[in-house]
């Protein structure tokens, strides 16, 4: 099975800051790669697919990158509404399906 | 506008069994693969299950293979996950989603607490 590695597990930053948060797989998935946003108590978010896709509606101000093992989800321009936890999501298969353990972005 | 409306959840005892339903609207559902997706109080996320368009393929995390099994009704736009001998590890909320494995629409989850 891929194992997946997202780093840091918290983030602290400031409003208008530039974050980016890890992702690594243990072996290559090529770009098949997610970015997803949640808040408390409410559903995720899909912000990112095929690693660097932004999902319609998404504000530009988020970003992805990267491909065979190590993916990057960057915020530019760090708006309050964007202070929640962030996992990472690789589909190497129908069949294998894995999010990583989550990044929480706190206020500093 | 897309929704998915999960019920069944609730409290049962170690070994008993439930059965969700995610009732899909907005969209055909018949043309997507439809997943389960899970969260354990205050932890990250776990996908479950997947199903195809068709209900001819179906895919399940180890930790249920065998436990748990993922149906759908298109004649009824309805997703359904039928949990038998369910351990304490089982306790989470659990999410329809949209997808195979991108998940663009979510449920709102319904609770599943297995305790004695």
Do not use: H
């Amino acid at each position: 099975d891929i194992q997946m590695t997202q780093s840091p597990s918290t983030l602290s930053a400031c409003v208008g800051d530039r974050v980016t948060i890890t992702c690594r797989a243990s072996q290559s998935i090529n770009n098949w790669l997610a970015w997803y946003q949640q808040k408390p108590g409410k559903a995720p978010k899909l912000l990112i697919y095929k690693a660097s896709s932004l999902e319609s509606g998404v504000p530009s101000r988020f970003s992805g990158s990267g491909s065979g093992t190590e993916f990057t989800l960057t915020i530019s321009g760090l708006q309050p509404d964007d202070f929640a936890t962030y996992y990472c999501q690789l589909y190497n298969t129908y069949s294998q399906v894995r999010f990583g353990q989550g990044t929480k972005l706190e206020i500093k | 506008e897309v929704q998915l409306v999960e019920s069944g959840g609730g409290l049962v005892q170690p070994g008993g069994s439930l059965r969700l339903s995610c009732a899909a609207s907005g969209f055909t559902f018949s043309s997507y693969w439809m997943s389960w997706v899970r969260q354990s109080p205050g932890k990250g996320l776990e996908w479950v299950a997947n199903i195809k368009q068709d209900g001819s393929e179906k895919y399940y995390v180890d930790s249920v293979e065998g436990r748990f099994t993922i149906s759908r009704d298109n004649a009824k736009n309805s997703l359904y996950l039928q949990m038998n001998s369910l351990r304490a590890e089982d306790t989470a909320v659990y999410y329809c989603a949209r997808g195979g494995y991108n998940f663009g629409s979510w449920g709102q989850g319904t609770l599943v607490t297995v305790s004695s």
